[in-house]
């Protein structure tokens, strides 16, 4: 069975900092990979995806990802950091031409403006 | 209308009582996907439905939960019998499926929030 692990459940940052999300799955086949992003009081946006060729992947508001097969890994990244970025993240994954996605737990994120 | 629509937003019922949930997906998407998300916890898929055919319900927790989706648009969730465990978040997802093609990712509807007293 596929799973998806988030190494942090709250990360507090300031504004303008960097940052960084992990996340893992686990599962033998090819795989596509989606983060999503629940604002606080909003419903669950994609943020990203990925499906094939180029590994490191641009999302909306300047995130972006990069899928390191060999490492399991999709990790969530934005050189910049702003006080609306504040929600919380999770990372899903779905087998290739599968419907069904695996969430993990979640990260929540805070910016300190 | 352009986003997925779930009512009631919320529903507090006492235990034993029976709820039902409705899902309005986006008009045209063939998909519609229900998950349940606890509090601290990353959504759980339930069941899919394909147009009116439920094609997986491997997610349902027990017979409790039952999904329905007759004419291939609107979907009910009906959970009998709630239990305090049932509280949680129920969302429900619309998707434009290609067959033989990739899932380009789901529209979420912003969920019902239960909880069992």
């Known amino acids: 069975a596929q799973s998806v692990s988030q190494h942090n459940h709250h990360v507090i940052l300031s504004e303008a900092a960097s940052l960084e999300l992990g996340c893992n799955y686990s599962?033998?086949?090819?795989?596509?990979l989606f983060w999503y992003v629940q604002y606080p009081g909003q419903h669950l946006q994609l943020l990203l995806k990925y499906f094939s060729g180029d590994p490191l992947v641009k999302g909306i508001k300047g995130f972006e990802a990069e899928f390191i097969k060999s490492k399991f890994s999709f990790n969530l990244r934005k050189p910049s950091v702003q006080w609306s970025d504040t929600a919380e993240y999770f990372c899903?994954?779905?087998?290739?031409?599968?419907?069904?996605?695996?969430f993990g737990a979640g990260t929540i994120l805070r910016v300190k403006s | 209308g352009a986003g997925v629509s779930q009512s009631p937003r919320y529903k507090v019922a006492k235990r034993g009582q029976d709820v039902a949930l409705r899902c309005d997906p986006i008009?045209?998407?063939?998909?519609l996907f229900w998950y349940q998300q606890a509090l601290g916890q990353g959504p759980e898929f339930l069941t899919y439905f394909q147009n009116e055919a439920q094609l997986d319900k491997s997610g349902l927790p027990s017979d409790r939960f039952f999904a329905e989706r007759p004419e291939g648009s609107v979907s009910t969730l009906k959970i009998q019998r709630t239990q305090k465990e049932d509280s949680a978040v129920y969302l429900c997802?619309?998707?434009?499926?290609?067959?033989?093609?990739?899932?380009?990712?789901?529209?979420f509807g912003s969920g019902t929030r239960l909880t069992v007293v």
């Open positions: 899903a994954v779905c087998r290739e031409y599968g419907n069904k996605l695996v």
């Open positions: 997802a619309s998707s434009l499926v290609i067959r033989q093609g990739p899932n380009y990712g789901y529209t």
């Open positions: 599962y033998g086949g090819t795989v596509n």
């Open positions: 008009s045209g998407h063939v998909s």
